[in-house]
């Protein structure tokens, strides 16, 4: 996947006082005064039920037992019987070694 961003030109001159004259010409693109901007209150504080609802924690959520990252190396023909059972196939293969009988 690219990480590249499409190149934009520019807006010229005339295409930017274009744009400015629609937004001055938007009757609800109201800019706020400054007595509204000061009586203004945090999402959390005018909405606290909504807020709570829709609030999420970041990340996954912690585990009893979380898996350790290795770095393991398997022959080619071992990862390719795995990968064509389709997704979870690193599932599978921790399955495979959990109930190995080893010793």
């Known amino acids: 996947m690219s990480n590249l961003?499409?190149?934009?030109?520019?807006?010229?001159?005339?295409?930017?006082?274009?744009?400015q004259r629609q937004i001055?010409?938007?009757?609800?693109?109201?800019?706020?005064?400054?007595?509204?901007?000061?009586?203004?209150?945090?999402?959390?504080?005018?909405?606290?039920?909504?807020?709570?609802?829709i609030k999420r924690a970041r990340g996954r959520p912690a585990m009893?037992?979380?898996?350790?990252?290795?770095?393991?190396?398997?022959d080619q023909d071992v990862i390719h019987k795995f990968k064509a059972t389709g997704k979870g196939w690193q599932a599978k293969i921790n399955e495979v070694l959990k109930n190995a009988k080893l010793g």
Not at 5 to 19: F, G, N, S, V, W
């Open 24 to 53: 001055a010409a938007d009757p609800d693109d109201v800019e706020a005064t400054d007595e509204e901007l000061a009586q203004a209150k945090p999402f959390s504080e005018a909405f606290p039920e909504l807020f709570e609802s």
């Open 64 to 74: 009893d037992k979380p898996k350790q990252v290795v770095s393991i190396r398997l």
């Open 5 to 19: 961003k499409p190149h934009i030109p520019p807006l010229t001159d005339a295409e930017e006082a274009e744009l």
